[in-house]
């Protein structure tokens, strides 16, 4: 599995540095302060994303950890119900 992953990133890494030809260049470096707004607005977007799971999950996993085990059960099943979907209609649009 780590040797896929190296295998991917030096993959990357070749073709960062060569043109369509295979020569070395850095043309596609010196561009790269051209995409630095989408950078960051990408990274911006994670860290709110992060922020608002965060809000939403604590408050809930205490609620959740204040009830019976039996109500647990339950809760946990209903927050994991809508992850599952996608696994399921992928499922059947193979079917």
């Known amino acids: 599995r780590l040797f896929s992953y190296a295998y991917h990133l030096l993959f990357v890494i070749y073709y960062s540095f060569t043109d369509k030809s295979g020569n070395f260049t850095l043309l596609y470096i010196e561009t790269l302060p051209k995409y630095l707004p ?3 607005r990408s990274i911006w977007f ?6 608002i799971c ?3 999950a604590f ?12 109500k647990q059960r339950t ?3 209903l927050v994991m119900l809508p992850m ?3 696994f399921l209609i992928r499922t059947y649009s193979w079917m």
């Not at 994670?46 to 922020?51: D, E, F, K, L, S």
């Open 75 to 77: 809760y946990v099943l």
């Open 46 to 51: 994670g860290i709110v994303a992060t922020i």
């Open 59 to 70: 408050p809930t996993a205490y609620f959740i950890s204040q009830k019976s085990e039996k």
């Open 38 to 40: 989408t950078f960051l």
């Open 84 to 86: 599952w979907m996608s």
């Open 54 to 56: 965060l809000l939403i």
